[in-house]
Every structure is written in structure tokens, then in C-alpha cells.
């Protein structure tokens, strides 16, 4: 988990998710500069860190979180995806509407929207007849 020299922005995605995979891929491809570190929220060094931030998994399994590495801020939902467009340049063009969909209403509902759509896929990840998502 430690962060690379060029990284400013720590990314939480779910490894389990095919959505949040796909998305990581073409981040990874748009990250020119390589400002970008991601971390899947399945990783037990990032489960054990959670707390540090102020975080836990219910919240990260929810939705995308973001931690500036400099300041250790988090952010999470549209604010991540905000994030992320202000560092990766060819989405800087979206980031103007992201901005102000991010201090409306109608931001988080879009991002609820999209976020709903996520398919968690545990497969390969469950053990001994326990998986960690059915703890609800």
C-alpha cells in the first residue's frame, strides 16, 4: 500500500466488483502522470487502516473513496469522482460539471444511480463456507 513518488491521489475500489474493475483498467490506461495509487478495499492492510481515517468497510462497500496521500483527506461519491477527473487529464474537461453536480443534490443522486448498479462478485474470495458478505 505504500504510495509511489508521483501518486497524490489513493483510490479505494472494490477488486470485486466487475464495474469497479473495468474502471480501474481505463483509469490506469488515462493516468498520464501516474497521479493515481489504487488499492482495493478487499486488501486486509487497507481493512486494518480503515479506522485510522475515519472509515469502515460499510462505508467503503458502499460507495468510492478517495484519500489525498499529502493531507490523508478522504473523500468519497461524487467528491472521489471529482477527485479523480481534477488529476487524470482527459478528464479534465468533465471536471467543471462534476464540480457543481458535487455541491447539488443532483450529484449524489447520479452517483447513487450509477453506484447502484455495482454487481459485488466474490467468487474465488469466500472460504470455509463463510463469505464475507452475507455478514449483513
Known sequence: ??????????????????????????????????SLQFVSIREPELITK?????????????????????????????????SISKLVVPLWPLYPLLALLAKT?????????IAGGRMIIPVGHCTDGFCPLNKK
Not at 3 to 28: F, G, M, N
Not at 53 to 80: C, D, P
Not at 105 to 113: F, H
Request: include cysteine.
Open 1 to 34: 500500500m505504500n504510495a509511489s513518488r508521483t501518486a497524490k491521489l489513493e483510490v479505494w475500489y472494490d477488486s470485486w466488483c466487475p464495474l469497479c474493475q473495468q474502471i480501474h483498467k481505463r483509469l490506469l490506461k488515462l493516468d498520464w502522470f501516474k
Open 50 to 82: 480503515l479506522g485510522q481515517y475515519g472509515v469502515t468497510i460499510e462505508e467503503v462497500e458502499k460507495e468510492l473513496h478517495v484519500r489525498w496521500i499529502a493531507s490523508n483527506s478522504i473523500q468519497s461519491g461524487i467528491h472521489a469522482v471529482t
Open 105 to 113: 443534490a443532483a450529484g449524489k443522486k447520479l452517483y447513487n444511480w
